[in-house]
């Protein structure tokens, strides 16, 4: 079941006096959103603007909207602070709860793969669920260790699809990563920047699974990448306008870096990242600033780097 807190929005609403208000939800709450709007209006003064455009983290906070609508206060749903803005942001993360855990099973799963040391990782929106079952294995005598990563990074153990600070910190005194959430995109960055075994147990659906099939494709696919960028003669350097994700000094040096090697580059930039918008155009290779997720993409048929990966690219070229 998914927990939302509208209250703590509420009462900030009435604290800060706002009259305007910009609502930002995740996908997965888009089908909630007249009912939360009608809760924000009927317990507050405030007017409710909601912005429609997909948002997946907390990177991509709605400052435009802010300023457009001279609004006051900015409702973030399902995501934790990620980043410092001048506007006023309220926070409201969801929660995820399930009527049990199957320990055993985690237990069972853990000691198969000889993880006595465990370093326990979520999704912000399973944290409740992490320290449950951080209870649970050091009752049942495993060593369990949790750390906050860097700035980006809310609470112990959360980790996101950009930053895998909260397991790299950890990585040699543990045997192996127990990552809490649903989907992979998360439990995949550790799995690629660790060299240690990673379980990733969805409470949802209770299945737990090992993601050294995954982390296998993915390396290949990206091997993959950067073969055909060898031959690339012409670049497309995307960069986003979302605030979280905006790299520009990095988007100058990668073009001035790609030039340097006598090939062509130029810099594109977007709120969204979209295939569409990129249609029509001659690029030989993409290299991707902003989410990392957008390195998975298919970018109209053509090789997608990532920056670390554009230097290996140069070296050799
Ligand atoms: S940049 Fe991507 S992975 Fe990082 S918080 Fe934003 S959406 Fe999530």
């Given at each position: 079941m998914l927990k939302l807190d509208i209250k703590k929005a509420i009462t900030e609403i009435k604290k800060k006096n706002a009259k305007t208000v910009i609502l930002q939800l995740p996908e997965g709450l888009k089908g909630k959103t007249l009912e939360i709007i009608e809760r924000i209006e009927g317990k507050t003064k405030a007017k409710v603007i909601a912005v429609m455009d997909p948002v997946w983290?907390?990177?991509?906070?709605?400052e435009t909207e802010m300023k457009e609508f001279n609004a006051d206060l900015l409702i973030h749903l399902g995501h934790a602070k990620y980043t410092d803005s001048k506007i006023k942001v309220v926070y409201v993360p969801l929660e995820y709860s399930v009527k049990e855990i199957n320990l055993d099973k985690i237990q069972r799963m853990l000691e198969n793969e000889k993880i006595k040391k465990v370093g326990l990782l979520c999704a912000v929106q399973f944290y409740n669920i992490l320290k449950e079952i951080e209870k649970g294995l050091k009752k049942k005598k495993f060593t369990v260790l949790l750390e906050k990563g860097g700035e980006k990074i809310d609470c112990k153990g959360q980790v996101l699809g950009c930053d895998q600070s909260s397991a790299v910190k950890i990585e040699k005194k543990v045997d192996g990563f127990l990552y809490i959430g649903d989907g992979f995109f998360h439990p995949l960055g550790v799995a690629v920047s660790t060299d240690k075994k990673v379980l990733a147990f969805n409470p949802l659906n209770g299945e737990i699974k090992d993601l050294v099939e995954e982390k296998n494709i993915f390396v290949r696919k990206r091997y993959g990448s950067i073969a055909r960028a060898m031959n690339a003669k012409v670049f497309g350097i995307l960069v986003s306008r979302k605030k979280g994700q905006l790299r520009k000094e990095l988007a100058l040096e990668l073009k001035k870096r790609i030039e340097r090697k006598g090939k062509k580059a130029f810099i594109f930039s977007m709120d969204f990242i979209k295939s569409e918008y990129l249609m029509g155009i001659n690029i030989d290779c993409y290299v991707n600033?902003?989410?990392?997720?957008?390195?998975?993409?298919?970018?109209?048929d053509k090789p997608v780097l990532n920056p670390e990966e554009l230097f290996e690219v140069l070296e050799k070229i």
């Open positions: 983290g907390a990177c991509d906070l709605a600033t902003a989410c990392p997720r957008i390195i998975e993409d298919n970018l109209n």
